[in-house]
Structure formats: structure tokens, C-alpha cells
């Protein structure tokens, strides 16, 4: 009887969670999808905890407690934030998978080979690597956005890199075979131990050659790892929701891993194995190009002029917490009667949808928001093209030159607009030491300086009454 | 736990199989409603999918509350710990954001 209630609330809350997913499709209904999501959630986890045999309490208690003390102040971090925060939460959903895995084992070693069917051992094994590489990957990742010193930023490389990565899991896989095969040896408690060592090990070899430009698409996969490993648990529990949240979950991280891939042209084995950021393609002799240098005061005045402006966001925008002073530039444009757009590119930022969300924080309304697919046939009629700490994605080299690292990437055509503005810091070449032809070209101007300072002046120029 | 029939062998295989369609046909679902989410939303669908994930909160409560020995269920409370950590954080942290979108900042003020 219980457990039949049990399974009716588990498919109504498998339902809604659907329909989470679903009215995500639309800003304007993706909130109804937050409750929706979280009535699922208190619907499971209030049915399950009522089940007979759940008869101690207090870790349990002390366990949520502890979840929402840890969990609130997480949800309230700055947006810039997010992409270390995302990272974070896939490892604690890799740790919990790869904790009750490893419970579920030895709880049914001791009861003996009945417990331990070659399918639920299989379905433990596949838990405990995914969810275990999935925790310590996460965890780097989560420490090379959040910069920590000990974590290196740029990509480690070392020899032998990938034989040794792919070794480590072949072994990892060769003593789960194994284990399934005798699951209740007394030497299989062991190999077990040893399969989560280097799970975890693993984890970490995977991102350390991984450098800060393919983070949106390490994200997607670790997402997608850890929607797998809850699968694994739903086949090891026999749990239908388990596997359909984590199908979801998984799907989910599998569609933004292939966007991300598809917008910088590269695959996955690529992303994973390929150490981006080693090419750095010195070019022999390559003569001294010179930047055109624009004074705020310049620049302020072919802006006031300008009937359209696009505006591409990158990364640099969310370093220097520039989207408030940009969206006062918004305003002063916008004032003169200027048409402004944002083109976002799919890997701008450092994970999927991360200028958006930025952006919507500085209440830029969502529909000026466009992707570069939809932007991009409209930047030759642009007056001016203000490039706001982007680089690689807008630079022209990702379609001309084939021996660029970013060859085939798709990219904003800045370049094609009347009057070209970039923001940088300083003259070095971006992430990966790729020139952008962009700052040479003869309709660009440099705008050099912090992001947050050079739109702030330009704000000023705008808005002050001298400016004609 | 669940089971019903102490012959794994005769009354599981059949039950094996019913999870596989019941993985490949959420996987379906899941590819055909992740395409449809606006590619505004992907920063708080991650957020999202990932409290959902977080139902394995589920499988931790069963192994930290029945009668097992003290390290199981240790662990079982750790990963309650760490699925209720996601659970909270996942969806306030979406609810956040998609406060944030707006159409313009006229009608944002009376609806979001």
C-alpha cells in the first residue's frame, strides 16, 4: 500500500519536473518552472521519508539542516560567480551519487552474492567512477574559475598525458569487469576501494590540461556526468524517478555540451584531450601591426552619432563588473534614439548563457539580447561595434586563417560593421596568444583600459553637455 | 528493500528491462524539451537541471534511515547533506536570475 502511494507520488513529481524543464523554454513562463521543480522535489523527498523503513531521523535532520546552511549562502553569490558555483554543485551531485554507491556495495557484500546481481553491481561500478570523477573533475574546475593560486589557470600538460588519463580508466573499468564478476570475493571489497581511487584521481587529470576558454563546454559534460551517475543510482535502487531526473539532467548537459562544441568548432575528444591553449602559433617575423588608439572623447562623439549599435560582451565585461556601466551606455544611447543590441556568442563567458545572465542583472531587457546567428546578417548595416572584453569571438582569423587554433570557429562579424570600438585592457594577445586581426583592421579603433573605466568615461562624455 | 520476490534471477530480469526503455525514453523526452529552452536560460537551466539531479537525495535518505551499520548510513547522511546543499542552492539561485529577465523596464515593474 505505502509503496504503491510511494511510486504515484514519485511519477506525479517525475511529471513535474518534466514540465520544469519544459516552461524553461520562454523567460516568460520559466519561473512557473521553478515551482514546479521544487513541488516535485518536496513531493519525493517528503514520500520517501515516510516509508516504514526509514527509522533513523536525526542524521537525516541534521543532514538537511546542514544543506540549507550550506546551500543559501550559495544561491546568493555575485552572477560572475556563477560558472565556479554550477561546478560546485555538480560535484556535490557527483559526491552524493559516488557515496551511496559506495554504501550500497559494501552493505550488500556483507549480505551476500544474492544482493549483488552482475546488472546492480554493473550499474554500482558505472555510479561510483562516474560519480567520483565527476566530484574531484568538478572541484577543479570549480577551482580554476574561482582562481584559486595552488589550481593552475593556464593548461598543464605533461607527456604521455592522454595514455596515461585513458589508462587510469581502462584500469578503473578492467577492475569494475572484475568485480562484477566475483562481487562477493573477499579481494573484491578491495579492487573496490581502488576503482574509487582512481575515479577520483581521474577527475582531476581530466581538467587539469583544460585552460579557462573551454570551461562552458567542461561544464556541459561534467552536467551531463553528473545526470549519468544519478542514473546509475536509479538502476542500482530500482528508483524510476532517480533515472528519469537524471536522464533529464543528463540530456540537458549533453545539448549545451554539443551548442558549445558546435560554437567554437571543435568536438569533444578535442575539448577533453586536445590542451587548448598549447598551439599558440608564433607567426616567424610577423611584421609589427599597429593598433589606431581612440580617445574616450573620440569615441564618445562617433557614438553619439551612431543610429545602430551592437555591443558584444565577453568574458572581460564580467572581470571588470562592467555590465552596470554598461547598461548606462545602453541608456544614453538608447536616449539619442539609437537602436543598441547585445550579440551574445554561445561560448562568451565561461559557461553557457552566462552574458544573458549578466546582462538581464543590469536590467537590460532580455529582447535586445541576440544570438549571433540572428545578429549577424544585420552587422553590415551597423554604424558602430563596441567590443566589450570579447576576443577570440569576434576575431576574423576563425574564418580565414587555417592555421589559426580557432579556424572554423563561428564568430560575430565585428568587422563587418561601419566603425569598429574594441575595450582591452592592455596589448597583450588573448587567452591562447592568438592575434586578433580585428584590432588592426583600418575601421577599428582601440579603446584601451579596464572595461568598467572606459565605459563608465564614455557615460560621461554622453551624458555631460559639452559633447557635440 | 523494495523487493517483493526473493529470486533475483526470475523476478528481476523482466524489471531490468523495464528501466532501460523507462532511461531511453526519459533521455528522448529530455532531448526534445532541452532543444525548445531559450538560449537566454541556459545559465539558470543548468542551475535548474542540476537541483533536479539533486533527487538522489532520495536514494541517500534510504540509505542513511533504515537499520543499517553506522558507516553506511554515515555516508548516506553526507550525501543527503551534499543533495540538499544542490537542492536549495540550485533553485534559489534559478529563481534569482530569472528574476532578472525583463522585457523592458517599464512593464518589468509591474510583471516580471
Redesign the interface.
Known amino acids: 500500500m505505502i509503496?504503491n502511494f510511494v511510486q504515484l507520488v514519485y511519477l506525479v513529481?517525475a511529471a513535474l519536473?518534466?514540465f520544469?524543464?519544459?516552461w524553461?523554454?520562454?523567460?516568460a513562463t520559466?519561473?512557473r518552472?521553478?515551482y514546479a521543480?521544487?513541488l516535485?522535489?518536496v513531493l519525493?523527498?517528503v514520500a520517501?521519508?515516510l516509508?516504514p523503513?526509514?527509522?533513523?531521523?536525526q542524521?537525516?535532520i541534521?543532514?538537511?539542516i546542514?544543506?540549507?546552511v550550506?546551500?543559501?549562502p550559495?544561491?546568493?553569490?555575485p552572477?560572475t560567480a556563477?560558472p565556479q558555483?554550477?561546478a560546485l554543485?555538480?560535484a556535490?551531485?557527483g559526491?552524493?551519487?559516488g557515496?551511496?554507491g559506495?554504501?550500497?556495495y559494501?552493505?550488500w557484500f556483507?549480505e551476500g552474492p544474492?544482493?549483488l546481481?552482475a546488472?546492480r553491481t554493473t550499474a554500482i561500478i558505472a555510479e561510483v567512477i562516474l560519480g567520483f570523477l565527476t566530484f574531484t573533475g568538478s572541484l577543479m574546475a570549480a577551482g580554476k574559475l574561482q582562481e584559486i593560486k595552488w589550481i593552475p589557470q593556464r593548461p598543464v600538460t605533461y607527456p604521455f598525458q592522454n595514455v596515461t588519463n585513458i589508462g587510469l580508466l581502462l584500469l578503473a573499468a578492467g577492475l569494475g569487469v572484475a568485480v562484477v564478476l566475483q562481487p562477493t570475493a573477499s579481494w573484491a571489497a578491495v579492487a573496490f576501494g581502488v576503482i574509487i581511487a582512481l575515479a577520483l584521481t581521474f577527475g582531476v587529470l581530466l581538467i587539469i590540461p583544460i585552460g579557462g576558454a573551454d570551461m562552458p563546454t567542461v561544464?556541459?559534460i561534467l552536467?551531463s556526468y553528473?545526470?549519468l551517475a544519478?542514473?546509475a543510482?536509479?538502476?542500482?535502487?530500482?528508483?524510476?524517478?532517480?533515472?528519469?531526473?537524471?536522464?533529464?539532467?543528463?540530456?540537458?548537459?549533453?545539448?549545451?555540451a554539443i551548442?558549445m562544441c558546435r560554437a567554437m568548432n571543435r568536438s569533444f575528444t578535442n575539448v577533453l584531450f586536445g590542451a587548448f591553449g598549447q598551439v599558440a602559433p608564433s607567426k616567424a617575423g610577423g611584421e609589427e601591426k599597429i593598433y589606431k588608439s581612440e580617445t574616450i572623447e573620440g569615441g564618445a562623439q562617433v557614438l553619439e552619432q551612431a543610429n545602430s549599435v551592437v555591443i558584444i560582451p565577453g568574458y572581460g565585461m564580467a572581470v571588470a563588473q562592467a555590465q552596470h556601466k554598461v547598461r548606462e551606455l545602453y541608456d544614453q544611447l538608447k536616449k539619442r534614439g539609437a537602436t543598441v543590441k547585445f550579440a551574445?556568442h554561445?561560448v562568451a563567458g565561461r559557461?553557457?548563457?552566462?552574458m544573458?545572465?549578466l546582462l538581464?542583472?543590469a536590467?537590460i531587457?532580455?529582447?535586445d539580447?541576440v544570438?549571433m546567428d540572428d545578429i549577424n546578417p544585420d552587422m553590415p548595416q551597423c554604424d558602430v561595434a563596441l567590443v566589450v572584453g570579447a576576443n577570440d569571438v569576434v576575431n576574423p582569423a576563425a574564418r580565414t586563417d587555417k592555421s589559426s587554433p580557432i579556424y572554423g570557429m563561428p564568430i560575430i562579424d565585428a568587422d563587418k560593421a561601419r566603425t569598429v570600438f574594441a575595450i582591452k585592457r592592455s596589448k597583450n594577445p588573448g587567452f591562447a596568444g592568438i592575434d586578433n586581426e580585428l584590432y588592426f583592421s583600418e575601421r577599428t579603433w582601440m579603446l584601451f583600459g579596464d572595461a568598467k573605466n572606459v565605459v563608465g568615461e564614455l557615460v560621461k562624455q554622453l551624458s555631460g553637455p559639452s559633447v557635440h | 528493500?523494495?523487493l517483493e520476490a526473493p529470486d533475483?534471477?526470475t523476478a528481476?530480469s523482466p524489471?531490468?528491462w523495464s528501466?532501460i526503455f523507462?532511461?531511453m525514453l526519459?533521455?528522448f523526452?529530455?532531448?526534445g524539451?532541452?532543444?525548445?529552452?531559450?538560449?537566454?536560460?541556459?545559465?539558470?537551466?543548468?542551475?535548474?537541471?542540476?537541483?533536479?539531479?539533486?533527487?538522489?537525495?532520495?536514494?541517500?535518505?534510504?540509505?542513511?534511515?533504515?537499520?543499517?551499520?553506522a558507516?553506511?548510513?554515515?555516508?548516506?547522511?553526507?550525501?543527503?547533506?551534499?543533495?540538499?546543499?544542490?537542492?536549495?542552492?540550485?533553485?534559489?539561485?534559478?529563481?534569482?536570475?530569472?528574476?532578472?529577465?525583463?522585457?523592458?523596464?517599464k512593464s518589468?515593474e509591474s510583471r516580471?
Open positions: 509503496a513529481a519536473f518534466v520544469a524543464l519544459h524553461m523554454n520562454t523567460p520559466a519561473r518552472g521553478v521543480g521544487v516535485g522535489m519525493a523527498v520517501t521519508w516509508q523503513q526509514v527509522i533513523h531521523h542524521g537525516i541534521i543532514a538537511v546542514a544543506g540549507f550550506v546551500g543559501i550559495l544561491s546568493r553569490v552572477l556563477v558555483r554550477t554543485s555538480h556535490f551531485g559526491l552524493a551519487a557515496l551511496v559506495t554504501a550500497k559494501y552493505l556483507g544474492a544482493e546481481t546488472f561544464i556541459a552536467n553528473a545526470g544519478a542514473v543510482m536509479g538502476f542500482v535502487l530500482d528508483n524510476k524517478l532517480l533515472i528519469i531526473a537524471g536522464a533529464l539532467d543528463g540530456s540537458s548537459g549533453l545539448i549545451l551548442i551574445i554561445p559557461m553557457p548563457g552566462h544573458n545572465v538581464a542583472e536590467d531587457p532580455y529582447t539580447l544570438e | 528493500m523494495f533475483p534471477a528481476q524489471d531490468i528501466q523507462v532511461f526519459a533521455t523526452i529530455g532531448l524539451v532541452i532543444r525548445r529552452v531559450s538560449r537566454l536560460l541556459h545559465t539558470p537551466l543548468m542551475s535548474i537541471t542540476n537541483a533536479i539531479s539533486a533527487i538522489a537525495v532520495v536514494g541517500a535518505i534510504l540509505v542513511a534511515g533504515p537499520d543499517y551499520p558507516g553506511i548510513r554515515l555516508l548516506g547522511i553526507i550525501a543527503v547533506f551534499a543533495s540538499m546543499t544542490n537542492i536549495v542552492s540550485g533553485f534559489l539561485i534559478t529563481e534569482r536570475m530569472l528574476k532578472m529577465f525583463k522585457t523592458d523596464k518589468g516580471s
